[in-house]
């Protein structure tokens, strides 16, 4: 199992609310659940994070007697359309007062940004498990790290399921 884990870099787990705390455990399980987001890593954990101009991912785990890391960067800026449009397609969905007409093509655009993100992570990231609901997963991750989205409405953008722990 290659990546059997994945965390929050500590800076920002310990600035987030229990809410966004709760949102990135879901989002790290589901990946860390399905198929091995990336197979041909030897196991390790993931620790994800991002700053002002890139997203970081660093790769740590044991090789023979030693502690070992690896790490990618992306740069934001390859994300930032995408993340924007999602976020606003939340915000709408959360706005209330929406016709169920408007819920429902609000509801399908979002699925139609978030496949786009998962194709545009397949291209920045090929060593990525090959399965598109992963790279949705990982797209998910992505946009958890630079929005908070818990922030955006009255109504989350995942499911949130106390019975998980960091």
Do not use: N
């Not at 979002?110 to 397949?122: L, N, P, S």
Request: hydrophobic share 40%; glycine share 6%; proline share 6%.
């Amino acid at each position: 199992m290659p990546v059997h884990a994945i965390r929050i870099e500590e800076r920002l787990w310990s600035s987030a609310s229990p809410l966004r705390r709760q949102e990135w455990r879901t989002i790290t399980t589901d990946i860390v659940s399905g198929e091995p987001p990336w197979p041909s890593r030897e196991p390790c954990t993931l620790i994800a994070g991002c700053d002002d101009r890139h997203l970081h991912f660093v790769f740590t785990g044991f090789t023979g007697s030693s502690r070992s890391a690896d790490a990618l960067a992306l740069a934001r800026a390859d994300f930032a359309l995408l993340v924007c449009e999602y976020a606003g397609l939340i915000k709408k969905l959360s706005g209330g007062d929406l016709h169920s007409a408007h819920i429902e093509a609000f509801d399908m655009s979002k699925r139609v940004v978030h496949d786009d993100g998962a194709r545009r992570i397949g291209a920045l990231l090929p060593d990525l498990s090959p399965s598109f609901e992963t790279r949705r997963r990982f797209f998910s991750l992505i946009v958890s790290l630079t929005v908070d989205t818990t922030r955006l409405g009255p109504l989350p953008a995942h499911q949130h399921d106390a019975r998980r722990v960091r």
